[in-house]
C-alpha cells in the first residue's frame, strides 16, 4: 500500500549548485551531501541503460530533491529554468503497488536492481501531466 505521507518533490534545474545557492537564499534550506552516481535505470519504450545523476536534498522535510538535468532523460529541459518534476511517495511494495498504479498510470521510467529485476528502488508514474515517484522504503528516513 502506498503511503499517502509526501516524501519529497522533485526540481529539475539546468545547474546544481547555482539553484541550490539560489534555493538556500530564498528559502533558508540546508542540503544534504549532494548525491553523484551512476544508476541502471529502465524504460519501457527504450530498454535499460545507465545514468549519471547529480542530485541535493534538503534537510527539511519534506525534502526538496533538485536534479541536475541530463538531455535524452525524464530529466531533460527544454529551457534555461527550474521546473517542478515529480512528487514522491513510498511504496509498501515497490512492485506490487506500481503494478496497480500502473494500470491508468503507465510507468515511464524506473530503477534496475543488481540482478537486473525491475522495478528496484523507484518508480515515476505518469498521469494527466502529473509525474508522481514510487520509493522502496529505506531503513532510515
Not at 529551457?79 to 503494478?99: C, E, P, Q, R
Request: include cysteine.
Amino acid at each position: 500500500m502506498i503511503d499517502p505521507n509526501l516524501d519529497h518533490v522533485g526540481i529539475v534545474v539546468p545547474r546544481l549548485e547555482s539553484a541550490l545557492e539560489a534555493l538556500s537564499s530564498s528559502l533558508g534550506l540546508d542540503w544534504l551531501p549532494l548525491f553523484e552516481g551512476t544508476i541502471s535505470m529502465h524504460e519501457p519504450d527504450r530498454g535499460s541503460r545507465d545514468f549519471f545523476l547529480r542530485i541535493g536534498n534538503s534537510v527539511q522535510y519534506p525534502r526538496l530533491e533538485v536534479i541536475e538535468t541530463i538531455s535524452d532523460s525524464p530529466w531533460a529541459l527544454g529551457t534555461d529554468a527550474m521546473i517542478l518534476h515529480h512528487v514522491a511517495f513510498y511504496a509498501g511494495n515497490l512492485a506490487a503497488d506500481s503494478t496497480v498504479v500502473s494500470g491508468p498510470c503507465p510507468i515511464e521510467i524506473c530503477g534496475v536492481g543488481d540482478d537486473h529485476e525491475v522495478p528496484k528502488i523507484f518508480t515515476y508514474h505518469l498521469q494527466g501531466g502529473l509525474r508522481f515517484e514510487l520509493l522502496e522504503r529505506r531503513s532510515t528516513r
